[in-house]
């Protein structure tokens, strides 16, 4: 089945220590976006690829970084995290900017960051 | 600031019966709307969408319902089933380009 498949489920790291989580899709889509859920919050979107083009949102904290290589693979890199960064990290695709349909956006099951 | 607000964290409703989740939103530029579901532990899965052209959308038990000069949308789940518990999340979209995501609502259907 085509997915979006973020990897590890559960993170823990130290405070200011790195940490990359990854997300790999199967469905060929253009677009891959990388929000942050905190409790009971809505998903805040960090940045996201068109391709190889990169658009960062003007909130997004210089701390987080992104990696494309490839269509299939995309990195989030948190350089040093913060207490406040322990939140659930969400990968979605989508097709592109081709119609109606390029909106729905394809969700991983997320990446449950915790910060010691 | 929120522009797109779920002002219920949560709603219980009786096997059977209607739900409601609500939905509003502050940018009158919104040209897309969706509704998301979410289990624990698993990711938002695309549920219904609108069009802002549109005033009502239907797929089988789900219908949403938009009404733009309120800045609104709804979505009916008949009849509601205690698969449909879940957290259901409102987004809204700007030319496709990315999507703004509501708070979320969690529903709990009691059989």
């Known amino acids: 089945d085509a997915m979006v498949i973020q990897n590890p489920r559960y993170q823990v790291t130290q405070f200011g220590k790195p940490v990359t989580l990854s997300c790999s899709q199967t469905l060929n889509h253009n677009v891959m976006y990388w929000y942050q859920q905190k409790s009971s919050q809505a998903p805040k979107l960090l940045f996201h690829?068109?391709?190889?083009?990169?658009?960062n949102e003007a909130d997004t904290p210089d701390n987080f970084q992104s990696r494309r290589p490839n269509t299939s693979f995309c990195f989030l890199d948190i350089r040093s995290p913060g207490l406040g960064d322990a939140a659930m990290y969400l990968c979605a695709t989508s097709r592109g900017f081709a119609g109606l349909s390029s909106y729905e956006q394809y969700f991983g099951p997320g990446t449950r960051l915790t910060v010691t | 600031d929120q522009q797109v607000k779920q002002n219920s964290p949560s709603l219980s409703v009786q096997e059977g019966r209607i739900s409601i989740l609500n939905c509003d939103y502050t940018n009158s530029m919104f040209d897309y709307f969706l509704w998301y579901k979410k289990y624990p532990a698993e990711g938002p899965t695309f549920l219904i969408s609108i069009s802002s052209i549109k005033d009502k959308n239907e797929d089988g038990r789900f219908t949403v319902f938009l009404n733009k000069s309120a800045k609104h949308l709804s979505l009916h789940i008949v009849p509601s089933q205690p698969g449909d518990s879940a957290v259901y999340f409102c987004a809204a979209s700007l030319y496709g380009n990315k999507l703004v995501f509501g708070a979320g609502t969690i529903l709990r259907v009691k059989s």
């Open positions: 690829y068109y391709d190889k083009d990169f658009n």
